[in-house]
């Protein structure tokens, strides 16, 4: 299974970003969905996730009313859109995917994507 990441780059605060992530390789609709972020000597942490129906969804507080993740199962993709975007969300972002709601066991990791926040 191969996640393929896309669509950071560089934004001012205040702006918007859309990542994607397409998967290959495998049965998309089996895997719930996540994205998690790495910020310069920080450790990774979960954004958030969708689940394999796309019906339930969880948001860290820190990005929470600002950040919503959807998923297209016939695409095999998941999206990460981002507003309000503030210098602190700069970080490489990462999609995964994991089954059982089980994120502390990651299945499978896109290669990152860099979303850089400054004006």
């Known amino acids: 299974v191969q996640l393929q990441a896309s669509g950071g780059g560089l934004v001012q605060p205040g702006g918007s970003l859309s990542l994607s992530c397409v998967v290959s390789g495998g049965i998309f609709r089996h895997y719930d969905m996540g994205w998690f972020r790495q910020a310069p000597g920080k450790e990774r942490v979960i954004v958030g996730h969708?689940?394999?129906?796309?019906?339930?969804?969880y948001y860290a507080d820190s990005v929470k009313g600002r950040f919503t993740i959807r998923r297209d199962n016939a695409k095999n993709t998941v999206f990460l859109q981002m507003t309000s975007l503030k210098p602190e969300d700069t970080a490489v972002y990462y999609c995964?995917?994991?089954?059982?709601?089980?994120?502390?066991?990651?299945?499978?990791w896109g290669q990152g994507t860099q979303v850089t926040v400054s004006s």
């Open positions: 969708i689940n394999d129906s796309g019906f339930r969804k």
């Open positions: 995964a995917a994991a089954t059982g709601s089980r994120w502390s066991e990651v299945r499978y």
